[in-house]
Each structure stands twice: as structure tokens, then as C-alpha cells.
């Protein structure tokens, strides 16, 4: 499904709502509610255009004004707060959102590593969900309900100093001012739109790498009915251990000026 400026329908009001939630909107709840109850929330109108663009420049997504799959999805990991729901590890559809990179933030700050804070409920998180419950005398279970949110407001409330994960970041972000040489970066070519001009580039930047000394990864080749879904490329790269990501994708766009 995807929505764009001029658009109407239950999508775009959810869309609307949405946005609204998260203050993106003038008069958020004022004006959400007015235009919900004479039913012009389903029109994609210049308001939301600018509202979904702003949104899109916070998430590092393409800033075009078009709700895709990608936007969407980034909207929907927004609406959760910690505490709004129960999270847990969960291998084969691993639990994403805003609460989920709260936690990691959480874990972090209070030592311990639950990796970057990325949104993703992997088995890093898992693992030091685990521990804090250990230290904090909670069922060590792996699952981050009403006894774990109690603990963490209880420390959070007394306890503050180095962000630790940025500390590891830092260190490692260092390290890569040496160069390429001896590092792992995961090439991640695009599977739907361009997709044997992605896996082209893909290659030919892969021997070019290659040749400097770097060790190359690919979320896949030559077979994209086999692509790694977003969670799984993420959770593929920290499992490398990769220092760099790099994602090849082709897209289209109505306009005649686009180039590039």
C-alpha cells in the first residue's frame, strides 16, 4: 500500500492520526479531532504532506511525502511507549518499536550491553534483559513486563552518569578513522524495484573492496526471493559484527527533474 499527496481514504486518516500522536501536526488533538468528526481526516492534503516529510527527515528515511511499506512501518514502531505493552525475545518475528530502543537505552545506561540501540528485541537485548533481572532480584525470565518496568523507574530515579553504549560507539567509531583496510562492511542490494542493477553494483563494489583489504559481506545475491527481511539484515549484522552497512536500492519517481 502506498498513500501520497492528494490521496483519501481510512489509510490516510490513520496515517493522520498517527502523525498527530506524535505532535507532528498543528493543533495535534484540536484539529485531528475536528477534521475526524466532519470527515475530511481522509484527505492527503498539504498539511500531512509536510507532517509525513518531517517524519521521514527525523527517521533517516527518503524524504518524498509517500507513506510506503517503509514509512508505515517506521509510524507504527513510533506509536509504542515502554510500558505500553509486554516485550520479549522472539526469534522467528522479532519485536520492534520505539519502546524496544527505549530499553536498550535503558540497559545501556545502567551497564548493561544490550548493543546498539537499534529497535530490534535480538538476542543481545534478550540476554541483558536477562541480567538486569538477575541483579535486580526479578524473575529472570527474558520478559520485560510490569516487574521490570517497576525496577528500571526505581533505578533510573537514583541512578545517572556515562552512556556506556556511547562510549563503545565512540571507540569504535575511532577505529575506523584507520581506513577500510580489515574491516567488514555488509553490502545489502536491493531485492524488488532495480533489483539485477542493485546486485551489479553490489558486485563490482565488493571486488573494489575486496581489493583494499576489506572483508565483504551480502545480505544475498543473484537469488532475491531469498532476500533477508529488515529485521533479519539487521540482526545478520550485528552477528558479523560488521562496522559499516551499506543498502543499494533503486527507486522511481514520477518527476521529470529527478536524476541522479
Same mark, same amino acid.
Given at each position: ?22 505532535? &507532528? ?35 533517516? &528515511? ?28 522472539? =526469534? ?53 513486563? =510490569? ?28 577505529? &575506523? ?11 545489502? =542490494? ?27 559481506? &551480502?545480505?544475498?545475491?543473484?537469488? =532475491? ?36
Amino acid at each position: 500500500m502506498v498513500i501520497r499527496h492528494g490521496d483519501t481514504g481510512a489509510a490516510v486518516a490513520e496515517v493522520r492520526a498517527r502523525l498527530a500522536h506524535l505532535g &507532528l501536526l498543528p493543533d495535534a488533538v484540536t484539529k485531528t479531532a475536528e477534521l475526524l468528526s466532519t470527515g475530511a481526516a481522509d484527505n492527503f492534503d498539504e498539511v500531512l504532506d509536510r507532517a509525513v516529510r518531517t517524519f521521514q527527515q527525523e527517521r533517516g &528515511l527518503t524524504v518524498d511525502g509517500i507513506v510506503g511499506p517503509q514509512t508505515f512501518h517506521q509510524l507504527d514502531e513510533a506509536r509504542w511507549q515502554l510500558g505500553d505493552r509486554v516485550l520479549r525475545y522472539a =526469534p522467528r518475528h522479532l519485536v520492534t518499536g520505539d519502546d524496544v530502543a527505549e530499553l536498550q537505552r535503558r540497559l545501556n545506561e545502567l551497564g548493561f550491553d544490550s548493543g546498539r540501540a537499534d529497535g530490534y528485541f535480538g538476542k543481545n537485548t534478550d540476554t541483558a534483559l536477562r541480567e538486569f533481572q538477575r541483579g535486580v532480584g526479578v524473575a529472570a525470565d527474558g520478559i520485560c513486563g =510490569p516487574d521490570s518496568f517497576k525496577a528500571f523507574d526505581r533505578l533510573m530515579r537514583t541512578i545517572s552518569g556515562g552512556n556506556a553504549a556511547r562510549l563503545r560507539d565512540h571507540v569504535s567509531l575511532t577505529s &575506523l578513522q584507520t581506513g577500510i583496510a580489515d574491516k567488514v562492511v555488509l553490502l545489502d =542490494p536491493g531485492s524488488d524495484l532495480g533489483a539485477e542493477l542493485c546486485e551489479a553494483v553490489a558486485v563490482r563494489v565488493e571486488g573494489r573492496l575486496a581489493a583494499l583489504g576489506t572483508q565483504v559481506l &551480502l545480505t544475498h545475491i543473484a537469488q =532475491p526471493s531469498s532476500a533477508l527481511g529488515e529485521a533479519e539484515r539487521a540482526d545478520f549484522a550485528n552477528r558479523t559484527g560488521a562496522d559499516l552497512v551499506v543498502s543499494i536500492h533503486a527507486t522511481q519517481l514520477a518527476s521529470k527533474r529527478a536524476c541522479g
